[in-house]
């Protein structure tokens, strides 16, 4: 199960974090990322991690400014979102997958990921 807390309304150029935290059999976690959904559009990819190694891959629109990590022993990660831009609101999703460990070249992918929060809105104003 996971628990996705932050999110709200900012202005373009202010910063937002969101924290998703992973219960139940979190022994056997892979990954955690986050995917973002405007309405009427496909849920895209925003960041993720590998649970061991703790790299990161994060889809370009938001390389430069939003920041993943993890606290293993806490089962949280976070996307510090720094410099937000209109074009970043959406429903943040977060997303979990149990072992085994993640292929990298899919770590983008839905199908990569077993369980699903709940979306906490982002909205940035212009």
């Known amino acids: 199960q996971l628990q996705a807390s932050g999110g709200g309304l900012v202005q373009a150029g202010g910063s937002l974090r969101l924290s998703c935290t992973a219960s139940?059999?979190?022994?056997?976690?892979?990954?955690m990322g986050w995917f973002r959904q405007v309405p009427g559009k496909e849920r895209e990819f925003v960041a993720a991690i590998d649970w061991s190694t703790s790299n990161v891959h994060r889809a370009d629109s938001v390389k430069a400014r939003f920041i993943l990590s993890r606290d293993k022993a806490k089962r949280t990660v976070t996307l510090q979102m720094n410099s937000l831009k209109p074009e970043d609101t959406a429903v943040y999703y977060c997303?979990?997958?149990?072992?085994?460990?993640?292929?990298?070249?899919?770590?983008?992918?839905?199908?990569?990921?077993?369980?699903w929060g709940q979306g906490t809105q982002v909205t940035v104003s212009s």
């Open positions: 139940g059999d979190t022994v056997s976690l892979a990954a």
């Open positions: 997303a979990a997958r149990r072992q085994p460990r993640i292929i990298w070249s899919y770590i983008s992918t839905q199908s990569s990921y077993h369980y």
